[in-house]
């Protein structure tokens, strides 16, 4: 098995590609060690001295790690984890599937939260997962739209630029409603 591994926009994340699929679908974060319960794979990642935060996509994961730790020191340790995980034949995530993606939204907005939805799938999660990460609706309201990042996109510090220069001129150009876009923590 031979895994490879790509920088990302965000210095602290990196993005490994083992080769095969990680999540048949949506995507699966784990801030921290305590949130991968149900995921022997980020449990195994986690259990590398080093590791902060780890995140799948549906043939990725990105690693991310604080700014003091060198990545020559952990790389090694996390190609292990990974390789090793996917030679015990166990899955990625038991018991309830990955997150789907969006929150759901049951407002007045409900055209417009379509929209949004819509092109945050064909325009830009697509472009973001290339990156290592995923940004999902989270919310709409009075012409703000809130956007949850994650993986590379999580800390990231193109990730203001990405958002308001990339995601609010595309949203605002398409759907005139839209006048403002945030994004909210986890």
């Avoid at 080769?19 to 449990?43: I, K, W």
């Avoid at 090793?84 to 995530?93: D, I, K, L, V």
Wanted: net charge negative; hydrophobic share 40%; proline share 7%.
């Amino acid at each position: 098995m031979f895994i490879q591994t790509e920088s990302t926009p965000n210095p602290a994340t990196l993005k490994f590609l083992p080769g095969q699929t990680v999540l048949a679908t949506g995507t699966a974060d784990f801030p921290n060690a305590d949130a991968a319960t149900n995921s022997p794979l980020a449990q195994r990642i986690f259990a590398v001295e080093g590791v902060s935060g780890v995140f799948f996509g549906g043939d990725f994961v990105t690693v991310t790690k604080p700014e003091e730790v060198d990545w020559n020191h952990i790389k090694p340790a996390i190609l292990g984890a990974i390789m090793e995980h996917f030679q015990s034949g166990q899955p990625a995530m038991q018991g309830e599937a990955a997150n789907a993606g969006h929150a759901d939204h049951d407002g007045p907005d409900g055209e417009i939260v379509n929209q949004i939805k819509d092109l945050l799938d064909t325009r830009v999660r697509p472009a973001v997962a290339q990156d290592g990460g995923d940004i999902t609706f989270h919310g709409f309201d009075k012409g703000i739209v809130y956007l949850h990042m994650q993986g590379a996109c999580a800390g990231c510090p193109s990730s203001t630029l990405t958002l308001k220069m990339g995601i609010e001129n595309l949203l605002r150009h398409y759907i005139p409603e839209v006048v403002e876009v945030r994004p909210v923590a986890a």
